[in-house]
């Protein structure tokens, strides 16, 4: 029987977190898994690797005291966000980690580190060329299809702006 | 730091590289760009300072074999290279929402073929103009033959405020193709007339453009035919939500009527001058 004051995460490959549970109170997959399976011994999160996990639950609990309103979405430019010196070990960390990080927030679903990450992601798109951008991420190629759409799409944010 | 302690086991070297199951295949693929000797400690507190004093790693290795993090990785490359292709499409799209301008949102999808399905109607939700240039380009592309894209489904609000003076009945005869557009913003485009409003609303006929020989040219006015193909569309009238037509000096009832006939969703009509 596990401790409700604690709460125990294995990650891929086994490897076992014992953090309070209140660190994870923002966490929805965390707090529905408590409410349906919360007998269980321990939660697996089988795609997050031991030092992401590490990472967020870091970030889990430097925020566990925080008492600013759940965030409903993750993604809405409009609501002002200002960088937290705390989380400055989050935006220093190089690309391949970030994304990551990003990946494991949207897996535990923590909408106040997706959007952290989420953010930081796009700061560092912002300016850089699709040629830079994809030395970033080394994403799939660029095939001939996507020339096409250049020459459609080219022009009408040229001038414009994000909705916001 | 307790942390620092935690050993991953190694692969055996005589594993095969390519039988990972579909959840492994980031560490997969990672395995697969690197033959050379894996890490095998993890140090993870290297960057996290301070580690929660009751976070416990286990006193022995796990059973299944793992690889190690990208930390320690020679190749983090190899590794980005796997995540950048298995982040789900939402996060991508919540990545977009906070890229500052247009226009890097534009270098986005023009970095890979998955983000640019990913993004493109996100790009396409809100056109906005300053000049009338853009806006005959996008009326162009609009009315491609074979888009890559069913662009016109994207636009869901177009503001010409900006281009009060240079928006004509016909040119919004040829947004009635946006199907899906929610919100609309004539303020000021006192050129307008009942024809053009209606058309919008109601759809028909509308003017469709083929590229001309030479795909890689962009589409403008010198390279592009216009045929009067023909193709129906239904109008934007079922989708609207608001329309803002004040300062619309020619508009009479005409207009009215068919905004009450063709605009079963409509919540709001600026309608003031």
């Known amino acids: 029987m596990s401790d409700p004051a604690n709460i125990t995460l294995v990650t891929m490959d086994g490897?076992?977190?014992?953090?309070?549970s209140a660190y994870l109170h923002r966490s929805k997959l965390v707090q529905d898994w408590?409410?349906?399976?919360?007998?269980?011994?321990?939660?697996?999160?089988?795609?997050?690797t031991p030092f992401v996990l590490q990472g967020v639950l870091n970030f889990?609990?430097?925020?566990?005291?925080?008492?600013?309103?759940?965030?409903?979405?993750p993604a809405d430019p409009t609501k002002p966000f200002e960088a937290d010196p705390r989380d400055d070990a989050f935006r220093g960390m190089p690309d391949d980690q970030l994304l990551q990080f990003t990946m494991a927030a949207d897996i535990l679903q923590i909408p106040e580190l997706v959007r952290l990450t989420a953010q930081e992601m796009a700061s560092r798109i912002d300016g850089k060329s699709p040629d830079q951008i994809r030395a970033m991420f080394n994403p799939d190629d660029l095939a001939e299809e996507d020339v096409d759409s250049d020459n459609e799409m080219g022009e009408v944010g040229e001038e414009g702006a994000i909705s916001k | 730091?307790?942390?620092?302690?935690l050993r991953l086991s190694q692969p055996p070297a005589t594993q095969p590289n390519n039988n990972k199951p579909q959840q492994q295949q980031i560490l997969a693929a990672q395995q697969h760009h690197n033959s050379s000797p894996l890490p095998t400690q993890v140090h993870a507190a290297m960057f996290f300072a301070p580690s929660p004093p009751d976070i416990k790693a286990p006193p022995h290795s796990p059973t299944k074999s793992s690889l190690s993090l990208s930390t320690t990785s020679p190749q983090p490359d190899a590794l980005a290279l796997a995540v950048a292709q298995t982040i789900p499409s939402e996060l991508i799209l919540h990545i977009f929402k906070y890229v500052t301008t247009t226009r890097d949102l534009r270098n986005c999808l023009l970095a890979c073929r998955a983000w640019c399905h990913c993004g493109v109607e996100l790009f396409w939700h809100k056109p906005v103009f300053y000049n009338p240039y853009p806006l005959v380009r996008m009326i162009c592309v609009l009315g491609l033959v074979n888009p890559t894209f069913p662009y016109a489904l994207f636009v869901r609000r177009l503001n010409l405020s900006n281009l009060s003076e240079d928006v004509s009945d016909s040119i919004l005869a040829r947004l009635a193709g946006c199907e899906r557009l929610e919100r609309i913003t004539l303020a000021g485009c006192r050129k307008l007339t009942d024809s053009g409003?209606?058309?919008?609303?109601?759809?028909?006929?509308?003017?469709?453009?083929?590229?001309?020989?030479?795909?890689?040219?962009p589409p403008n006015s010198t390279t592009t035919i216009a045929i009067p193909q023909g193709a129906l569309v239904p109008g934007c009238g079922a989708t609207l939500i608001a329309m803002d037509l004040s300062d619309l000096t020619e508009l009479t009832d005409v207009a009215i009527l068919a905004i009450a006939e063709r605009c079963p969703r409509l919540q709001g009509l600026n309608l003031s001058n």
């Open chain 2, 197 to 217: 409003l209606c058309k919008l609303l109601e759809g028909g006929t509308v003017v469709q453009t083929v590229v001309g020989d030479d795909n890689a040219t």
């Open chain 2, 1 to 5: 730091m307790m942390f620092s302690n």
């Open chain 1, 34 to 48: 408590l409410r349906s399976e919360g007998d269980k011994q321990a939660m697996e999160v089988k795609h997050v």
């Open chain 1, 60 to 73: 889990c609990e430097i925020h566990a005291e925080d008492t600013s309103e759940p965030l409903a979405d």
């Open chain 1, 15 to 20: 490897t076992t977190f014992t953090v309070p």
